[in-house]
C-alpha cells in the first residue's frame, strides 16, 4: 500500500512540476508558446489559463492528500 502511495504521490509531484511550468509568469512562459496567450478576455487570463489553474488546483489537493497519508501510513 504504501510503495503504491509513493508512486503516486511521485506521479503528483511530476505533473505539479509541469503545470506549473506551464503557467505564464511576467514574460508569458511556456502557455504562450502553446495558445495560451492568444485573445484574452476582459479579466487579462484566457480560458486555457483558467482551466489551467483548476487543474494545479486539483493536482496540488491529490499531493496534499497524499503527504499527509504516507505520513500516516509509514
Keep these: 500500500m504504501v510503495y503504491v502511495l509513493a508512486f503516486l504521490h511521485t506521479i503528483f509531484s511530476i505533473a505539479l512540476i509541469g503545470l506549473i511550468l506551464l503557467h505564464s509568469g511576467k514574460g508569458g512562459g511556456l502557455s504562450s508558446s502553446l495558445?495560451?496567450?492568444?485573445?484574452?478576455?476582459?479579466?487579462?487570463?484566457?480560458?486555457?489559463?483558467?482551466?489551467?489553474?483548476?487543474?494545479?488546483?486539483?493536482?496540488?489537493?491529490?499531493?496534499?492528500?497524499?503527504?499527509?497519508?504516507?505520513?500516516?501510513?509509514?
Design 35 to 74: 495558445g495560451g496567450g492568444m485573445g484574452s478576455t476582459f479579466s487579462g487570463t484566457t480560458i486555457m489559463e483558467k482551466n489551467l489553474t483548476r487543474l494545479t488546483l486539483i493536482v496540488v489537493a491529490l499531493f496534499g492528500v497524499s503527504t499527509v497519508a504516507l505520513i500516516f501510513l509509514s
